[in-house]
């Protein structure tokens, strides 16, 4: 098993993570050290500049992730916002703004930056579409996971195992196209 730092303060994704690399002969292990997040409406710029602030503070290899629901009738919002969306509106008051909206289109995105020391950082990205659910259905997961419901399924992502979640979530293919690179690298 092969050890990968994960900086991250969230807890949903380090499980996500975790259960998705463990098979592919990986131990994800949280380090919650923090970083700013930068303001723009760009999820790769706010990993990369993750990865420059990290680097000087860390000694080892790890990896980082920003990630966002982007929902088409809002212009994308809440975005590179989402955290901050979700602690203060929170999903009744997404729900409340597509109250009107026939176009309930969304998209999960999700860029992990990866880096070793001496080494071009890693860059990988996944996306994940859906739609925005009429309420809230199930506890599993967190932050927007009761109120998205992927293409091709009828329930939402709060109402799938984490295992489920991970096949075809922007995290899970994130996270695969991340393991083909280190992969080639070796
Ligand atoms: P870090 O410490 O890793 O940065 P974070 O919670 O700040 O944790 P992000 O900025 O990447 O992470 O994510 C922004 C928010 O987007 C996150 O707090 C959730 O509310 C939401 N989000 C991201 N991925 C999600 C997922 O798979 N399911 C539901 N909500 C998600």
């Given at each position: 098993m092969k050890t990968?730092?994960?900086i991250t303060s969230n807890k949903g994704k380090l499980q996500e993570a975790t259960k998705k690399l463990r098979p592919l002969g990986y131990a994800v292990v949280q380090k919650d050290l923090g970083y700013p997040e930068l303001q723009t409406d760009s999820l790769?710029?706010?990993a990369t500049w993750g990865i420059t602030y990290i680097q000087d503070r860390f000694d080892e290899a790890f990896m980082?992730?920003?990630a966002g629901l982007f929902i088409d009738a809002l212009e994308g919002f809440p975005g590179v916002y989402s955290k901050y969306v979700f602690f203060t509106i929170g999903l009744p008051g997404i729900l409340r703004?597509?109250?009107?909206?026939?176009?309930?289109?969304?998209?999960?995105?999700?860029v992990y930056a990866y880096y070793e020391p001496g080494k071009k950082p890693i860059i990988v990205t996944g996306e994940c579409n859906g739609t925005i659910s009429q309420k809230q259905q199930g506890k599993n997961g967190f932050g927007y996971d009761p109120i998205f419901i992927p293409n091709g399924?009828?329930?939402?992502?709060?109402?799938?195992?984490?295992?489920?979640?991970?096949?075809f979530s922007h995290r899970g293919r994130a996270l695969e196209k991340l393991i083909a690179e280190l992969n080639t690298l070796r």
């Open positions: 990968l730092y994960f790769e710029e706010v980082l992730e920003d703004l597509l109250q009107e909206a026939d176009n309930r289109k969304a998209v999960f995105r999700s399924e009828e329930k939402t992502f709060g109402e799938m195992t984490i295992d489920k979640k991970n096949k």
